[in-house]
């Protein structure tokens, strides 16, 4: 039997015992089974960005009207931008297919600047081998709960000032954050100006 003439009730329940990847995978796919794709309980989910773009292909080196129209009418994009709006968890531990700076331009082409990529977004963790988590920031917004910054700066001040410009930009897209996990050494930062944070777990110095 092929698999689109299941039932929709089977097919759901298919795509609900998957994991994060392969759901991602399966929403990809078309619009039919991205719009099942959006049943299931994307909250339960932690969701690599890499796997969520991976539909959309590289950065094109014109970025004319023209081209940013064909762009957003695209199916990959069509998908992308509905799945976006459901991930509650996010994990980024590796840098995407297609670059930050062409993903911010296709959503500001959708909707007005400055509003997060993910607006539901809860929970979120870079992982060290970013080399500027920083930049990531247009993920989040007031929806953010949970951040954990996994990233080494015992290597060079450079480093260093990557984690307080990372924890910088978490206080101004998303104040409210209650639990903040950085492990991060010899870096110092005012968390001070979190004023909803109740859990704090830092390997650095507080000012």
């Given at each position: 039997m092929c698999i689109d003439k299941l039932p929709i009730e089977i097919f759901?329940?298919?795509?609900?015992?998957?994991?994060?990847?392969?759901?991602?995978?399966?929403?990809?796919?078309?619009?039919?089974?991205?719009d099942l794709a959006l049943d299931v309980k994307w909250k339960e989910h932690v969701v690599e960005l890499a796997d969520l773009l991976r539909?959309?292909?590289?950065?094109?080196?014109?970025?004319?009207?023209?081209?940013?129209e064909r762009a957003v009418a695209s199916p990959g994009w069509l998908r992308v931008n509905k799945l976006r709006k459901m991930i509650t968890k996010l994990k980024v531990s590796?840098?995407?297919?297609?670059?930050?700076?062409?993903?911010?331009?296709?959503?500001?082409?959708?909707?007005?600047?400055?509003?997060?990529?993910?607006?539901?977004?809860?929970?979120?963790?870079?992982?060290r081998r970013l080399s500027q988590p920083d930049t990531y920031d247009f993920l989040l917004g007031h929806s953010l709960q949970d951040f954990t910054l996994c990233f080494d700066s015992t290597s060079g001040e450079h480093l260093r000032t990557v984690?307080?410009?990372a924890l910088?930009?978490?206080?101004?897209?998303?104040?409210?954050?209650?639990?903040?996990?950085?492990?991060?050494?010899?870096?110092?930062?005012?968390?001070?100006?979190?004023?909803?944070l109740r859990v704090l777990s830092y390997g650095g110095n507080l000012s």
């Open positions: 759901i329940l298919v795509l609900s015992i998957l994991d994060s990847k392969h759901l991602l995978q399966c929403a990809l796919v078309c619009k039919r089974w991205r539909g959309l292909g590289p950065a094109p080196s014109n970025r004319s009207h023209e081209e940013t590796s840098s995407p297919p297609t670059h930050i700076t062409y993903i911010q331009h296709l959503q500001n082409a959708v909707e007005s600047p400055g509003q997060p990529f993910c607006p539901n977004l809860r929970s979120i963790k870079l992982y984690v307080i410009n910088g930009k978490l206080a101004v897209r998303s104040p409210r954050v209650e639990s903040i996990a950085a492990y991060s050494s010899n870096t110092v930062f005012d968390f001070g100006v979190f004023s909803k």
